[in-house]
């Protein structure tokens, strides 16, 4: 830090300078993000409730109660009609919620401390962290030949120590939905906690079901479901950050609730303590704004942009590695190794994600990626071919 202080335009010219190394969604160049450019409104919206906090409630109760508000509204999205839960920094603090919960719920209940968890191999990266953190074993259930979890592989996996299994709606590489009616079936009957990842696909599936897309029920409306992870800064257009946790029941919250004597509410369940209001309100904003059909209409387009560019691909000659269920087309080449191909994407300008599980281009069609992105994309793919 400087002795003295600095001008106000010199901070901001310099701050401008770095932003500039930043590259801008609105190029859409940026073809594997699941954020985007949140919208206006949602982003004027935050700015006014920078300084509330969440974590001394007693303080902010108009804040307070707009979180419970969104989290009512995404409950109600997802068939739930008293939901419990927080809007969080992400996807990753919401999964680490609903794993912590879980662990501590079959601590309480079933005596169970040295825990596992049952993870899809396809699950997001998150719950190696929360694994790693709540000090419990990882047991990966493999994917089936359409690279979702296998259901048997699932069972086989249950043992006395499993405190959660994980199924994924809109999975991060390839936008898929496991087999979620099953997996609830299997948890329910063996009374495990059952926690549903929908952190990207929790804000378009619902609406795509009620267009008529052919896509399975993944939420509450099954008896084994216990929480759904939903971010409102992914498909949401929120603001970053904004994660959503949803739980069936408050006793999930209870299991997590450690005192906090400082403050003007007597016990704390959330990972972090002093927390942003501004995320709540903005998301509470979106969602009013945008309402059912704003979203289904963003949905439905993306799905159009989708369908548009994995014709594209297939007229071209590229493989697709599944019919995408949602705005996720990840492809190869027939003969040319997916990191060259990457690399031939990167030096024309494009920001080129790759997919492990299989090896392959991956593009989140994000609201940020418009048809003459595509076109652009499509042609720069023809002469790579
Ligand atoms: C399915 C899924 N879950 C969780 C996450 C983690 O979300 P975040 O990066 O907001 O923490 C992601 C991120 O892409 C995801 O795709």
């Not at 991060?172 to 009616?181: C, K, M, Q, R, S």
């Not at 990207?200 to 993944?218: A, K, N, T, W, Y």
């Not at 994600?353 to 042609?379: D, F, G, Q, T, Y």
């Given at each position: 830090m400087d002795d003295e202080p600095i001008d106000k335009q010199d901070i901001l010219n310099e701050l401008e300078e770095l932003h500039k190394l930043d590259h801008d969604y609105a190029d859409g160049r940026i073809l594997g993000s699941m954020c985007t450019e949140a919208h206006p409104f949602a982003k004027e919206v935050y700015c006014k409730f920078l300084d509330t906090n969440l974590g001394d409630p007693g303080l902010f109760k108009g804040t307070k109660h707009i979180e419970k508000e969104v989290i009512n509204s995404i409950g109600e999205l997802l068939s739930l009609d008293e939901a419990y839960g927080n809007i969080v920094t992400g996807g990753t603090e919401a999964n680490l919620m609903a794993i912590r919960a879980a662990r501590n719920h079959a601590r309480k209940y079933k005596g169970i401390t040295n825990g596992e968890i049952i993870i899809p191999e396809s699950a997001h990266f998150s719950f190696k962290k929360a694994a790693d953190m709540l000090n419990l074993k990882i047991v990966e259930a493999k994917l089936d030949e359409n690279y979702k979890i296998d259901v048997e592989s699932v069972k086989e996996s249950i043992?006395?120590?499993?405190?959660?299994?994980?199924?994924?709606?809109?999975?991060?590489?390839?936008?898929?939905?496991?087999?979620?009616?099953?997996?609830?079936?299997?948890?329910?009957?063996?009374?495990?906690?059952?926690?549903?990842?929908?952190?990207?696909?929790?804000?378009?599936?619902?609406?795509?079901?009620?267009?008529?897309?052919?896509?399975?029920?993944?939420?509450?409306?099954?008896?084994?479901?216990?929480?759904?992870?939903?971010?409102?800064?992914?498909?949401?257009?929120?603001?970053?950050?904004?994660?959503?946790?949803?739980?069936?029941?408050e006793e999930y919250l209870e299991v997590m609730a450690v005192d906090s004597p400082y403050l003007t509410v007597k016990t704390q369940s959330t990972i972090v303590g002093t927390r942003l209001g501004a995320s709540s309100a903005a998301t509470?904003?979106?969602?009013?704004?945008?309402?059912?059909?704003?979203?289904?209409?963003?949905?439905?387009?993306?799905?159009?942009?989708?369908?548009?560019?994995?014709?594209?691909?297939?007229?071209?000659?590229?493989?697709?590695?599944?019919?995408?269920?949602?705005?996720?087309?990840?492809?190869?080449?027939?003969?040319?190794?997916?990191?060259?191909?990457?690399?031939?994407?990167?030096?024309?300008?494009?920001?080129?994600?790759?997919?492990?599980?299989?090896?392959?281009?991956?593009?989140?069609?994000?609201?940020?990626?418009?048809?003459?992105?595509?076109?652009?994309?499509?042609?720069?793919?023809?002469?790579?071919?």
């Open positions: 043992s006395d120590k499993t405190v959660a299994i994980v199924a994924i709606a809109g999975t991060t590489e390839l936008g898929l939905i496991d087999p979620i009616e099953e997996i609830s079936k299997i948890a329910f009957e063996n009374n495990i906690y059952f926690h549903v990842d929908a952190a990207f696909g929790g804000f378009s599936i619902p609406f795509l079901r009620e267009l008529g897309h052919d896509l399975p029920v993944f939420d509450f409306s099954l008896e084994g479901v216990c929480s759904i992870t939903v971010d409102p800064h992914k498909m949401g257009l929120a603001p970053i950050p904004a994660g959503g946790i949803i739980f069936r029941c509470y904003a979106i969602m009013k704004y945008l309402g059912k059909k704003g979203y289904s209409n963003i949905s439905q387009n993306l799905m159009g942009n989708t369908k548009f560019f994995s014709e594209g691909l297939k007229e071209l000659g590229y493989e697709i590695i599944c019919e995408p269920e949602l705005n996720i087309v990840a492809f190869n080449h027939p003969t040319m190794d997916t990191n060259e191909l990457a690399e031939k994407l990167e030096n024309l300008g494009w920001k080129v994600s790759v997919a492990k599980c299989p090896v392959a281009i991956r593009v989140v069609l994000m609201n940020h990626i418009k048809r003459n992105h595509l076109e652009e994309l499509l042609e720069d793919l023809k002469d790579i071919y």
